[in-house]
């Protein structure tokens, strides 16, 4: 697993200041709208290393295809980039998204999976929501990244696995070689902890 | 109004990709007609954009930024265009799967009320299909082997636990009874996403089991 451990081994949650990530939704504002390569290239230089860590969490990629994926994630930001509504998603969850999407694909290619439908295929058209609505989506971001910190660690590792490796319920049970019961449970309880936290 | 809808289990599955693909595209058919787990899915999003970004960064070369600086004028992709001609005014996900109208699919009569056409995801181990109730029409007592994921596209049904509409979603584990009929007034046209087919209970019907053997991919 590729999170940060700190001395005690445990994963290190210290809350970003709000300057940084303004400092990439604006970077990613400025590729959107000017097509500003400055602005891409310091935003690459940033993320490209994540989207490499990301690709090998799991290790279930070569490094050869890692690189590939950080190519496909990065030249995707730079077409998707006009699409980046700052008020709505913050930008590390957007690239997410695009690098999750992108590697699900890679995978299924890989498996010469035969199927017609993309990852982007299931996102569905952004529209306009009430702007009490963005106000409330844009705080939980910001929350949520507070929040992950005060996560028990056995809760903390099965989300990581999830959403890093990309791992069901079933395939995180076996690999940990937990009952898939506590799998679950651990799972909801930490969703639960963090939308409770979210609301207070 | 949509009233039933997936578990935080499955959103937060289909949220770190984790789903397979027939049960992905089931969920996020359903996502088209419920904005409030459109913002749980974004929620649940954070969850992994905040691991994402601590993560413990990779070394990037200066030649990987090269090359993709060299490909951003590259011509972009040709994207799949909707279906205008289409009628069925389906979530594009599904457009696409079903390529044009109801009418235009593969049915199969499976019993007076009951036609059954299979749609095809690539999913190796789920099938993707849609049933077509006529109104009022009634599916024989059944059984599921194993889970099934319904998503009502038109029309409704009731069965033993309740009244279900366009765009609700309902999840049945295998040892589920059920005996849905459609509601009065209009065919029920629902998605059913299977890892094992289903079971008729009724004597009278179990001959028709075997016309129901899995169809996934």
């Known amino acids: 697993m590729a ?42 230089r940033h993320f490209a290393p994540l989207i490499k860590a990301f690709a090998l969490s799991g290790s279930s990629l070569s490094a050869a295809h890692a690189d590939e994926l950080v190519q496909e994630v990065m030249l995707k930001v730079w077409q998707k980039a006009g699409g980046f509504n700052p008020e709505k998603a913050a930008a590390s969850t957007w690239v997410y998204t695009i690098a999750r999407n992108c590697r699900t694909d890679m995978f299924r290619r890989l498996q010469k999976f035969d199927t017609q439908l993309a990852a982007d295929d299931f996102e569905l058209e952004s529209e306009e929501e009430e702007s009490f609505v963005v106000l409330h989506t844009r705080r939980g971001a910001e929350r949520v990244r507070e929040l992950m910190g005060e996560l028990p660690p056995d809760q903390a590792q099965i989300l990581a696995k999830v959403y890093m490796e990309g791992k069901s319920h079933s395939e995180a049970a076996a690999e940990l070689d937990l009952p898939l019961g506590t799998v679950k449970s651990r799972v909801r309880l930490a969703i639960q902890k963090l939308q409770g936290m979210m609301e207070a | 109004m949509v009233q039933h809808h997936p578990p935080t289990d499955f959103l937060t599955e289909y949220a770190a990709s984790a789903l397979p693909v027939a049960q992905s595209a089931c969920v996020a058919a ?125 029309g409704g049904f009731a069965d033993e636990s309740g009244d279900y509409h366009q765009g609700d979603f309902i999840v049945r584990e295998g040892w589920d009874k059920h005996t849905p009929v459609a509601l009065e007034g209009e065919e029920c046209i629902c998605l059913a996403v299977m890892d094992a087919p289903l079971q008729f209970t009724r004597l009278r019907h179990r001959w028709l089991n075997p016309l129901l053997k899995l169809h996934a991919g």
Request: hydrophobic share 35%; aromatic share 8%.
């Open chain 2, 30 to 154: 359903h996502l088209s007609y419920c904005q409030r787990c459109r913002q749980a899915v974004e929620r649940l999003e954070d969850i992994g954009g905040a691991h994402f970004e601590r993560l413990d960064p990779q070394p990037v070369g200066d030649s990987l930024l090269e090359r993709v600086l060299a490909r951003l004028d590259d011509p972009q992709p040709l994207r799949y265009a909707p279906n205008e001609a289409s009628d069925t005014q389906l979530p594009g996900l599904l457009d696409r799967l079903i390529n044009g109208d109801y009418a235009d699919l593969v049915w199969k009569r499976v019993t007076q009320s009951l036609s059954v056409s299979y749609l095809k995801t690539g999913d190796p181990n789920h099938e993707f299909a849609l049933y077509r109730i006529a109104e009022g029409g009634r599916i024989p007592e059944h059984t599921h082997g194993g889970r099934e994921m319904t998503l009502v596209l038109h």
């Open chain 1, 3 to 44: 999170i940060r451990k700190d001395a005690n081994g445990g994963a290190k949650w210290n809350a970003p200041t709000g300057r940084r990530t303004d400092e990439w939704s604006q970077a990613l504002v400025l590729v959107g709208e000017s097509q500003d390569r400055g602005a891409f290239t310091r935003f690459f």
